[in-house]
């Protein structure tokens, strides 16, 4: 005898199957943490479209870029990629039907990470932009600058301890830099996203140093999913940081590239911890969802 429920679920099956071969993602899992049943979760999460935190990792090469889309539709970027990727960018952002960005977080002046920033400011309406306090004397910087300034957008400063008013359900806080260093990565911006009981901790490029300095600062540190810091090099990502996130997924961004990133050492770490990892030189760009209650990850490819 076929229940209701059975009938339920294959339709349901049968809608997701079609809508991942129309776009031409790969549905990677629907995962709830605490919340309703994964069957529950994914219907009402992706049949309504209702209430649904995005945190999109940018397949940007060997850079990063992450657009974060709010239940409420507000947006928010951290980084851009580097100055190659500025019309990738914009493209991006076209896709995602993105015209307005209510928050823009540039993590630190490294040009693979705010290289695309200058473009994306000059192209959209933005309203409040964060950075570290900081400066550098790059043509990047530089150019950066002269977009925020043409936009008559004034910077905030970027530091452990600043709540960003964004989504009445979403926290957005700080963690990093905590104190002022006059090493790019170490002052990068790290900030923790929580929504319901799911929550994503972003790492910019912070290194061991910043790590050490926000384990002792008394944060919770705490978060299902791990934006790996700094690429996945092996200065970032200390077994003692990791242990405190205890992540149950982590995205690298990382592209083709001579440093070694992600490092086997870091990758090692997280395997050990048995952290799931999706990584955009493998993936492509990598989505994922949160109803407050579960996660859905969707990847551009297989890996």
């Given at each position: 005898?076929?229940?209701?429920?059975?009938?339920?679920?294959?339709?349901?099956?049968?809608?997701?199957?079609?809508?991942?071969?129309?776009?031409?993602?790969?549905?990677?899992?629907?995962d709830p943490v605490g919340g309703p049943s994964a069957e529950n979760?994914?219907?009402?999460?992706?049949?309504?479209?209702?209430?649904?935190?995005?945190?999109?990792?940018?397949?940007?090469?060997?850079?990063?870029?992450?657009?974060?889309?709010?239940?409420?539709?507000?947006?928010?970027?951290?980084?851009?990629?580097?100055?190659?990727?500025?019309?990738?960018?914009l493209h991006y952002l076209q896709a995602y039907g993105v015209s307005?960005?209510?928050?823009?977080?540039?993590?630190?002046?490294?040009?693979?990470?705010?290289?695309?920033?200058?473009?994306?400011?000059?192209?959209?309406?933005?309203?409040?932009?964060?950075?570290?306090?900081?400066?550098?004397?790059?043509?990047?910087?530089?150019?950066?600058?002269?977009?925020?300034?043409?936009?008559?957008?004034?910077?905030?400063?970027?530091?452990?301890?600043?709540?960003?008013?964004?989504?009445?359900?979403?926290?957005?806080?700080?963690?990093?830099?905590?104190?002022?260093?006059?090493?790019?990565?170490?002052?990068?911006?790290?900030?923790?996203?929580?929504?319901?009981?799911?929550?994503?901790?972003?790492?910019?490029?912070?290194?061991?140093?910043?790590?050490?300095?926000?384990?002792?600062?008394?944060?919770?540190?705490?978060?299902?999913?791990?934006l790996v810091g700094h690429h996945g090099s092996k200065s970032s990502?200390?077994?003692?940081?990791?242990?405190?996130?205890?992540?149950?997924?982590?995205?690298?961004?990382?592209?083709?590239?001579?440093?070694?990133?992600?490092?086997?050492?870091?990758?090692?770490?997280?395997?050990?911890?048995?952290?799931?990892?999706?990584?955009?030189?493998?993936?492509?760009?990598?989505?994922?969802?949160?109803?407050?209650?579960?996660?859905?990850?969707?990847?551009?490819?297989?890996?």
């Amino acid at each position: 005898m076929i229940t209701q429920k059975t009938r339920w679920t294959f339709v349901w099956s049968f809608l997701l199957g079609l809508g991942v071969l129309l776009t031409g993602c790969t549905l990677e899992s629907w995962d709830p943490v605490g919340g309703p049943s994964a069957e529950n979760a994914a219907w009402t999460s992706e049949v309504q479209g209702e209430g649904q935190l995005r945190v999109i990792y940018l397949d940007v090469g060997q850079g990063a870029s992450q657009l974060l889309i709010c239940p409420s539709g507000r947006t928010m970027l951290i980084d851009a990629g580097n100055n190659d990727k500025e019309e990738e960018m914009l493209h991006y952002l076209q896709a995602y039907g993105v015209s307005r960005l209510d928050l823009v977080i540039g993590t630190h002046p490294d040009a693979d990470h705010i290289g695309g920033l200058d473009r994306v400011i000059d192209r959209l309406d933005i309203g409040e932009i964060y950075m570290p306090k900081i400066q550098s004397n790059t043509k990047t910087f530089e150019s950066l600058l002269n977009s925020i300034r043409r936009k008559g957008l004034k910077v905030k400063t970027a530091k452990a301890g600043r709540e960003l008013a964004w989504d009445e359900q979403v926290q957005v806080k700080m963690l990093a830099p905590v104190a002022e260093t006059d090493d790019n990565n170490n002052m990068s911006v790290v900030m923790k996203v929580t929504y319901g009981k799911t929550s994503f901790l972003l790492t910019g490029d912070a290194e061991a140093e910043s790590e050490r300095a926000m384990l002792e600062s008394g944060a919770n540190l705490s978060a299902d999913v791990l934006l790996v810091g700094h690429h996945g090099s092996k200065s970032s990502t200390t077994a003692r940081f990791l242990n405190a996130v205890k992540p149950k997924y982590a995205v690298i961004q990382v592209g083709d590239n001579s440093y070694g990133h992600p490092t086997k050492t870091v990758l090692d770490r997280l395997a050990k911890q048995q952290v799931k990892v999706y990584r955009n030189d493998l993936h492509g760009t990598v989505e994922i969802s949160s109803d407050g209650g579960g996660y859905q990850i969707t990847t551009e490819r297989p890996g």
